[in-house]
């Protein structure tokens, strides 16, 4: 008898308990099928043995057919120039390559015998070195290879150590961690051959590097020095003649402007510098007379370190003519713009910045042929000195308002942001808004004007977005919703809403 046939099909999965002679049935009920599983096993056991002299048999055959097919790869026949192309693709564009042997050029050199020879036989390949962490003592060798193997081309060298900095971990109390920096004296060496060249950490460590005059560096353009606030550091590199790119985050004894620098050569500049006389640094119209130092600017970025009370009311009119500027940022939390800058002259500027604003890495500008992009603190404005700003600037084509100070700042009324509309049409080729943490102080009514008067401009408003530090008062959304249909792009935040306790709540669930 089968057991689909059996008799006891209806006391399965439960708990029947059989009789002693259902039990006897039972048991005679299992015979056959058990036998026909044993059979089946057996079958399994016989098939799993071929499987597996088959498995090992294609084994034997994979292998020299891996070993051939790979002599036939493509990656094989790339011509070495080919092959060279890919390598400084591999090769980080936004700062210079780690000495790390995950990362390009080290790793290419550990992929295959010919690889490391093509790596190795190519100097352009290493001319550009960067090292982040503090471990400097067993990378010597590596580091002392690295800029044979670039040898003779110029050098990118970036080298960033705060080691004697983190007294927290020192077991000495104050004691510094390096006398002397391991990697220094490689440096010093090939000082001839260094074009760019970035140092942060103790001023201390690296001042044999700092030292370097123009002798010594005759090919060096570009120049970054970050050193503790604390640190007054001494060195010859402002006295070189042929920097052009020059970043500087440190402490100097007076005014920057007074810097032994030839600044009409600088094409690239950031100033982000202390004073340690507290009674000096940079004010607001001091920025503005270095940029007339600085004719050949095309990227700067200023920090205001001394507050005046008349910002923006210049004590010297003559104009700042900057024909290849294209980016300015003017940084800091210390001034007031109680006036704009009107004789600034610089047609190719595509990007402002003025205040501590943070930057959300939105390019989306940038793809717009004669954009301009303003990114703006309100609180460094009165009403009268932003609207001279964007008057000034015209062609603003991207807008973003940021405060990070509460409540929002009274300039970015309804009345403010009206002058965005007819009759008035200040930006007359805007088309991308953003008020943003804290700077949106006018009305749902007034934004629902704004987006209106903008849409029935000749170069209409394609997005808005504002964040609201108060409640929803006008639901403006469905009256946009025809902009929106034709490609507007709309983001309204409020504040979500606080919880109230309502004792009435529940009772209707009773």
Not at 65 to 90: G, K, N, T, Y
């Amino acid at each position: 008898m089968s057991l689909s046939e059996s008799p006891f099909t209806n006391r399965l999965n439960t708990n029947y308990v059989p009789s002693d002679s259902e039990i006897l049935e039972i048991r005679s009920l299992l015979v056959g099928p058990k036998e026909e599983i044993a059979r089946i096993d057996a079958r399994i056991e016989e098939l799993e043995s071929t499987l597996a002299q088959l498995r090992e048999q294609r084994a034997l055959l994979q292998s020299p057919i891996d070993a051939h097919s790979a002599l036939i790869s493509p990656v094989r026949l790339i011509p070495q120039d080919v092959l060279l192309e890919i390598f400084f693709s591999c090769l980080p564009s936004e700062h210079n390559a780690l000495i790390d042997p995950t990362k390009a050029p080290l790793l290419l050199g550990r992929i295959c015998r010919h690889w490391r020879s093509v790596a190795y036989s190519v100097p352009m390949l290493w001319i550009i070195a960067s090292r982040h962490r503090t471990f400097f003592l067993e990378l010597e060798r590596i580091v002392e290879a690295w800029l044979e193997r670039s040898a003779p081309c110029p050098l990118s060298v970036s080298l960033y150590d705060f080691t004697n900095r983190a007294g927290d971990s020192n077991p000495n109390l104050g004691k510094p961690f390096l006398e002397k920096h391991p990697l220094v004296p490689q440096l010093l060496a090939v000082s001839r051959r260094l074009r760019c060249l970035a140092l942060d950490g103790d001023a201390k460590l690296l001042h044999p590097l700092l030292k370097l005059g123009e002798q010594d560096v005759p090919l060096l353009k570009r120049i970054r020095m970050n050193a503790p606030w604390d640190q007054l550091p001494s060195t010859n590199i402002f006295e070189i003649p042929t920097i052009e790119e020059l970043t500087l985050m440190i402490t100097v004894p007076d005014d920057p402007l007074s810097l032994p620098l030839r600044w009409s050569q600088l094409t690239n500049l950031r100033l982000e510098c202390e004073c340690d006389d507290p009674t000096e640094g940079l004010d607001f119209d001091g920025a503005l007379d270095l940029l007339r130092k600085c004719p050949n600017l095309e990227q700067c970025e200023i920090r205001v370190t001394k507050y005046s009370d008349d910002s923006g009311l210049t004590r010297n009119s003559s104009p700042i003519i900057l024909l290849r500027l294209h980016t300015l940022a003017f940084t800091g939390y210390i001034f007031h713009l109680h006036k704009w800058v009107l004789d600034l002259v610089a047609p190719n500027l595509r990007s402002m910045k003025v205040g501590d604003v943070r930057l959300d890495g939105d390019d989306s500008a940038r793809s717009i042929p004669g954009y301009l992009s303003a990114h703006l603190e309100p609180n460094r404005f009165t009403s009268a000195s932003l609207l001279e700003f964007l008057q000034s600037l015209p062609k603003i084509s991207h807008l973003r308002l940021s405060s990070y100070i509460h409540p929002p700042p009274p300039v970015l009324d309804d009345a403010f942001v009206a002058l965005f509309s007819p009759p008035h049409n200040l930006c007359p080729t805007l088309i991308d808004i953003n008020f943003s943490v804290n700077s949106a102080g006018f009305t749902d009514a007034a934004a629902l004007n704004f987006i209106k008067g903008r849409m029935a401009m000749p170069t209409p408003l394609q997005r808005f977005r504002a964040e609201f530090k108060r409640p929803m008062e006008l639901d403006i959304m469905p009256e946009l919703q025809s902009f929106i249909s034709d490609g507007l792009q709309v983001a309204i935040k409020y504040p979500p809403q606080q919880w109230v306790f309502r004792a009435q709540e529940g009772l209707d669930d009773l």
